[in-house]
């Protein structure tokens, strides 16, 4: 092979060597969770390689103690959602659901829809001065309809009613088999379901009115109305 040659494919085992060892670069910064755009940026010499994989060991460390305390908080909802259907619920018979002066939303019971409503009523006390007495609930009327049609309205109880009468409507009060949910809004219905089977061993009367009563401590009082 004349010295030309012999230089020539030097030259080209050197260039693919060189292809070869940035393509391995960037299968580890990959690998390490680097952006295309960050790799491209250490690779033209733009950002320094030590900084830049300090600052993702930096977001790494981040994303592990993250995800550690949603896994943390995740266990501890299924622990509380696997004995929610076997725990003891205390039924209390003749509870008084207190009178209140509310603003009220009907709800759209479409899932996409369900539970806006409260938003909107703080809306509507905040621009008109009202002042909020209490957590917001929603009462349920003709649960046990024949036709199936119940209805649900968000309401949200205020204390100067008197001084908008057109926006507020007063919500009589009732006398009410009750019980207190704790684990998580998403599993209430299990205390709806104890309070409907207790009714029906007594043999007690149950209006087809409810009300589920939301407290910021992620806890539900549920009230069902009872003929007195």
């Known amino acids: 092979m004349i010295p030309n040659q012999i230089s020539e494919n030097n030259g080209y085992r050197y260039y693919c060597d060189e292809q070869l060892n940035e393509l391995n670069r960037i299968k580890e910064y990959r690998r390490y969770g680097l952006s295309l755009k960050e790799i491209k940026q250490i690779i033209s010499g733009n950002i320094d390689e030590k900084i830049a994989l300090a600052e993702r060991n930096i977001q790494l460390e981040h994303e592990i103690q993250t995800s550690i305390s949603i896994k943390m908080q995740l266990d501890k909802y299924m622990s509380c959602h696997k004995t929610e259907c076997t725990r ?98 998403s599993s209430i219905g299990n205390a709806h379901q104890k309070i409907i089977e207790y009714a029906q061993k007594r043999k007690i009367k149950l209006t087809g009115k409810a009300f589920e009563v939301y407290n910021s401590d992620m806890s539900a009082e549920v009230y069902y109305e009872i003929y007195k």
């Open 88 to 185: 003891q619920y205390e039924i209390i018979e003749n509870k008084t659901f207190e009178q209140k002066e509310v603003i009220t939303r009907k709800e759209n019971i479409e899932l996409e829809h369900l539970g806006m409503s409260i938003g909107k009523l703080h809306e509507i006390a905040a621009q008109n001065g009202l002042i909020i007495a209490g957590s917001h609930y929603v009462r349920y009327d003709f649960l046990f309809d024949e036709s199936g049609d119940f209805t649900m309205e968000t309401c949200l109880p205020v204390i100067t009613a008197e001084l908008l009468p057109q926006l507020c409507v007063e919500e009589p009060s009732a006398t009410c088999i009750y019980t207190m949910h704790t684990s998580g809004f």
